[in-house]
């Protein structure tokens, strides 16, 4: 009945346009109602979002943002406001359960249009209008001018050409089922709206593109609520959005591994423990599993976790909260495959030697030997094409090895090792280059063999060919990079590279195939990264780089201490480690340093050159740089060191760990300093890596730590290190207070047993052409073990020209595992809503091509770049093996590598290096091959190993009628070139090089099928 007086009432206002007269006639002209123009206001859509919890003392906010900077606004403003209904919401658990998406609620508008107010007063007014009409017919216009003369209050006056005022009414009841604890209208364009902090400027965030002033963006109080869940209800005209609003003086730390869930309830306040909170793990379709919180607030859920889930929680007073957590695996655990190559660089037709071994990880610290089967390999250029495909039997005592010769015709770049073993795909890498050798030599020549900080760095650049000519009028590109000294971990090392602006970057050689060149003086001591590029016009440029040393200084140091931190008044020895990389006359430190952090305060003094330690006694508690320094101020040595005490820092709203040592074997005690930015009464502590594998509280204790209040700010906890902790743990602290969470994670990393392995010859230096004898130990804990080894002897200048590619075999089986739980708090939740009106696997191309590798003409004969590949050595239950190999025709230095692996999974690799020697050393440099009308003739290359001119006898025998030719030779340290004519008819040559009437060297080359120019063939293969 009520309804249908409402809709008679609605179509008399929306209908009185029907009967009303004509447009401006006068009231009463007509017997119809005046035109009331009304319409039913609808709204613009408005985005309505919650994005914090609350506690119980806090108040509560909502943000809405609406159309405030077009013609939207001036239809909204109509309405005068946004209608707020806050309401709690009874069993708060179980109506998060039934949500389909926490973030966005699904609550039904309760819509009865906005009622009968404008439509009564429609009618009032129209009424009245109709009535006085009426009274003015029954008086006649003299009667009406002598009472309203009388009585001007009873005069009609312009009330009635008013029109009738309406008033916007909500459009939505309050909902049924629900709590309505406040509703009211908040002005949207009188508040003040959300604006950056005062004073921040920052391009491209919300400080730009958030206008100052810019209305209807803005944050709407709905006051200070006890404890629990509320749904915060927002309307103009027929457009509505809903929020979910969480008080509660109670908050959730969750941590999520694969397995499990563990939640620790605190007070929001003060970090303290709240027993006795009802948690459900849902992943937002049911609940996964529930639990209560124990005594230390902890509740662990163990089972498998999905990749996204919630954490719904209650606590005694009926404090509400939710946490969104997301988790993904980052470690592992499964068979891990090893593949190495015999060396990481080769040519085209270069023969590949590849070593595979392998272990099943159960753990991040039990493994096993990997099964037998079959590995299928592919080889892919760098065009992503494949190369060629075997299949390996894999070994459980030896793993497997497999050998192929690249194509002469193999393009330049990486190449990729596909291989797959069981259900899992692996992959390793090597790359190709052609050697392509320079037809001239840049030699840089500094002036002077240091340079001094502020001093012009100067000197000359020589170009010459093959045969000692200089190469005139070459264009050479210059640059410059430099890197200042700095201490990184309390070690001199090199930062970061900068270039350097040179005036002239291009110059161009005399006469006598010589540059000069000046350098900016550094200000700081640094090094210099010369390069050159130079032409003389041919289609290559030839490249070299020098590394020019400003004031470096001649000794650097560590300064290392048994423990990181201290107690204020405890004497500390810092021991002086002369840095091994170190060249050149030891400088001594003569003056040391000392800055608290917290403070700036900063002492020195002098340091005895002659001391191998420093004594230093901290008094009081802090954070302290120390460092030390030559006469010349440079810095030779520097550390960090912590004193214990409430005079530790931390940033604001960060904690800081700092662990004793780097790390620690099974059985030590691990000490960790743990520094709050405010104080912390409670925290949570956790040993993490696959799950939370321990916890406990600080102020409480546990049987795996030991903690120790040293200051309001400030534990010490001290952690026995098991042999289950290895490779390694993560040590973390969690804690609130003042409505802010904050955690911190540490690496406990646990020292591994390796193989050590080392290699002894039977003398330092061989001749080519000499066999070597190679002794490899190999011990454990000092114990000598029975091992597997895959021992390479490689030229030094593959990895000069590229780096070793695969990894160290001991960091690929036993890295610092990742950690694998994800910690989050239920502080932050963002509920939000939009109001709306009703109404094959083919390999990808991943290498690109590359240029050939230039490289200086070097004394080697032979183009064995690797002189022995062992990759199934076992050493005896003494740990010893022994090979032999001949030492390859060419001066270089070897590099020796070996990465073993026992029948129990430990692994150890180790790099030694031998040299190959001679004091006179010849070689070929003439080309293999000749054009018509080329003279040819035989040019060599004369490598003087020594220090001192020497005068050589060097003598050509062609075999011919033109007999033996001889030349003398002043050869100087380096190369030196020396040709001979040939002439037809030579079938072999040999080359001798005498001093003193001995001989030195000497070099047979075999000429056969030789056709000099003007004969039936232009190609010779004399070499």
């Known amino acids: 009945m009520k309804l249908a007086l409402s809709g008679v009432l609605a179509l008399a206002l929306l209908g009185s346009a029907v009967s009303a007269g004509e447009p401006g006639s006068e009231p009463g002209s007509g017997t119809g109602l005046a035109p009331s123009n009304y319409t039913l206001f609808k709204g613009e859509p408005f985005f309505l979002l919650s994005d914090a919890t609350y506690g119980s003392k806090e108040v509560a906010k909502v943000r809405l943002e609406v159309p405030g900077r077009d013609s939207a606004r001036a239809r909204l403003e109509a309405y005068s406001g946004v209608d707020v209904v806050v309401y709690r919401v009874p069993q708060p658990i179980e109506f998060l359960k039934k949500q389909r998406n926490l973030h966005r609620i699904e609550v039904a508008g309760n819509y009865r249009g906005e009622g009968l107010a404008n439509t009564l007063r429609y009618l009032w007014d129209s009424w009245w209008k109709q009535s006085r009409m009426v009274w003015r017919k029954l008086f006649t216009a003299e009667a009406r001018r002598a009472v309203t003369s009388t009585q001007p209050k009873l005069s009609t006056g312009e009330a009635i050409f008013r029109p009738t005022v309406f008033a916007h009414h909500p459009q939505y009841k309050p909902l049924a089922g629900f709590e309505m604890v406040d509703s009211f209208r908040y002005p949207l364009w009188q508040a003040r709206p959300i604006e950056p902090p005062k004073g921040v400027k920052l391009d491209g965030s919300s400080s730009d593109f958030i206008p100052s002033g810019g209305a209807g963006n803005l944050m709407i109080p709905v006051g200070m609520r006890k404890p629990g869940l509320y749904l915060v209800e927002a309307m103009i005209g027929e457009h509505r959005a809903t929020t979910l609003v969480f008080v509660s003086d109670t908050m959730a730390v969750t941590k999520v591994s694969s397995n499990q869930m563990l939640v620790w309830a605190a007070r929001r306040d003060n970090g303290a423990a709240v027993p006795g909170t009802h948690v459900a793990w849902s992943d937002g379709t049911g609940v996964l599993q529930s639990g209560t919180t124990g005594k230390d607030g902890v509740v662990a859920l163990e089972r498998g976790s999905p990749e996204h889930t919630y954490v719904l929680g209650e606590d005694a007073s009926g404090g509400v909260f939710v946490s969104e957590n997301f988790y993904y695996d980052s470690e592992i655990y499964n068979t891990k495959l090893y593949a190495v190559t015999d060396r990481p660089l080769y040519r085209p037709g270069d023969e590949v030697n590849v070593k595979f071994l392998g272990r099943e990880f159960k753990s991040a610290c039990v493994s096993s030997a990997a099964q037998a089967g079959p590995v299928a390999l592919t080889v892919f250029d760098p065009n992503g094409t494949p190369l060629l495909t075997q299949t390996l039997q894999f070994s459980s005592a030896t793993g497997t090895e497999t050998r192929f010769r690249l194509p002469d015709s193999a393009s330049a770049g990486g190449y990729e090792l596909r291989f797959r073993y069981g259900d899992d795909t692996y992959g390793a890498a090597f790359r190709v280059a052609e050697y392509v050798k320079p037809h001239f030599e840049i030699d840089v020549r500094p002036a002077k063999a240091e340079f001094k900080t502020g001093e012009t760095v100067s000197g000359s650049i020589a170009l010459r060919y093959p045969d000692g000519k200089p190469v005139k009028n070459a264009t050479l590109s210059v640059s410059l990079r430099s890197q200042k000294n700095t ?391 003494n740990g010893h093996a022994r090979i032999t190999f001949t030492m390859p025709d060419a001066l270089t230095r070897w590099r020796i590598t070996g990465r073993a692996m026992d029948a129990q ?24 091959w000749l054009r018509a009308g080329d003279a040819p003739r035989a040019a060599v290359a004369v490598f003087n190993r020594g220090q001192q001119e020497r005068a050589l006898e060097v003598s050509l025998d062609t075999g011919s009628a033109t007999g033996r030719m001889t030349t003398s030779l002043a050869a100087k340290p380096g190369i030196n070139y020396v040709e001979f004519p040939l002439t037809g008819g030579a079938r072999a040559l040999r080359l001798e090089v005498r001093a003193n009437g001995k001989l030195v060297d000497a070099l047979d080359a075999p000429c056969g099928r030789c056709r000099w120019p003007g004969t039936a063939s232009t190609r010779s293969s004399c070499r």
């Open 487 to 877: 201490m990184v971990e309390g070690e001199l090392r090199y930062s970061g590279m900068f270039p350097v602006e040179l005036k002239t970057q291009e110059m161009t050689s005399d006469a006598r195939g010589n540059v000069s060149f000046t350098l900016p003086a550094a200000s700081d001591p640094s090094r210099y990264i010369l390069t050159v590029l130079a032409t003389d016009g041919a289609a290559y440029r030839v490249k070299t780089t020098r590394e020019l040393l400003i004031e470096r200084s001649a000794s650097s140091y560590q300064l290392k201490a048994q423990r990181q931190f201290s107690d204020p008044g405890q004497r500390v020895r810092f021991d002086l480690v002369p840095d091994v990389q170190a060249q050149g006359k030891p400088v001594r430190p003569v003056r040391w340093e000392m800055v608290q952090l917290e403070t700036q305060a900063k002492t020195a003094g002098e340091f005895n050159p002659a001391a191998t330690g420093w004594d230093v006694d901290f008094a009081r508690a802090g954070s302290y740089q120390l460092s030390l320094r030559d006469a010349q101020g440079n810095l030779l040595a520097a550390t960090s060191h912590w004193v214990s005490g409430d005079g530790v820092q931390a940033t604001p709203g960060s904690i800081e760990i700092v662990l004793d040592k780097a790390a620690y074997a099974p059985g030590e005690t691990a000490e960790a300093l743990v520094t709050f930015s405010d104080n912390a009464d409670q925290a949570l502590f956790t040993l993490e890596r696959d799950k939370v594998e321990q916890h406990g509280l600080a102020a409480g204790g546990a049987d795996w730590f030991q903690s120790q209040r040293v200051a309001p700010r400030q534990w010490r906890v001290r952690i026995p290190v098991r042999a289950d902790y290895g490779p390694n743990m993560t040590f973390s602290v969690a804690t609130t207070r003042g409505g802010e969470f904050m955690f911190e994670n540490a690496g406990l990393q646990v020292i591994e047993p390796r193989i050590a392995l080392q290699f002894k010859t039977d003398k330092e230096v061989y001749q080519p052409g000499e066999t070597v004898t190679l002794d490899v130990l190999s011990q454990v804990d000092g114990k000598p073990v029975s091992t597997l080894v895959a021992l390479g002897v490689v030229d030094e200048m593959i990895y000069v020209l590229q780096p070793e590619i695969a990894p160290d075999i001991g960091d690929f089986f036993y890295h610092p595992r990742r950690n694998n739980v994800r910690t989050t708090a239920s502080l932050s939740f963002i509920s939000y809503d939009m109001a709306q009106g009703r109404g094959g696997d083919a390999p990808a191309r991943h290498n690109y091509n590359e240029r050939g590798v230039k490289v200086l003409e070097r004394p080697r004969r032979d183009n064995v770049d690797t002189a022995f590949w062992a990759p199934t050595l076992q050493t005896d239950a």
């Open 905 to 928: 999974g430990r692994v150890g690799q180790r790099t030694g290096y031998l040299r190959s020697d001679k004091a006179v050393y010849t070689k070929w440099t003439s080309p293999d």
